[in-house]
Nanobody, 124 residues
Framework: WAQLDESGGGSVQAGGSVTLSCVGT????????MAWFRQRPGKEREGVSC????????YYQDSVKGRFTISRDNGKNTITMQMNGLKHDDSDMYYC?????????????????WGQGIQVTVFP
């Protein structure tokens, strides 16, 4: 069955960096747009970044543009999100997700598979 496994979260000081990775198994990885979402208690889950099937197109939430970079390696069934210049407001549970075909940060219903989530905490 399909599975997404996130790794790389942790705690950092504001201004620091974290790299999140997600490995997909049990499905044809290069047929899926991939994305990162985040959520904190009491708030709705929001899209952070999204990458197309081949990696040729990337989309970001406005608040992370210029600080976060999403990439993918279809040979390793992996996506990565490099997070630089972290702010306290970036503290959230981060989720990897896969959508058949294209991905959209505004349409979470399109996503077929979700990871368990990984915590990123940024101290002010």
């Amino acid at each position: 069955w399909a599975q997404l496994d996130e790794s790389g979260g942790g705690s950092v000081q504001a201004g620091g960096s974290v790299t999140l990775s997600c490995v997909g198994t049990g499905f044809r990885f290069d047929d899926y747009g991939m994305a990162w979402f985040r959520q904190r208690p009491g708030k709705e889950r929001e899209g952070v970044s999204c990458i197309s099937l081949t990696g040729g197109s990337k989309y970001y939430q406005d608040s992370v543009k210029g600080r976060f970079t999403i990439s993918r390696d279809n040979g390793k069934n992996t996506i990565t999100m490099q997070m630089n210049g972290l702010k306290h407001d970036d503290s959230d549970m981060y989720y990897c997700a896969a959508a058949s075909g294209y991905c959209s940060l505004k349409d979470q219903q399109r996503f077929n598979y979700w990871g368990q989530g990984i915590q990123v905490t940024v101290f002010p």
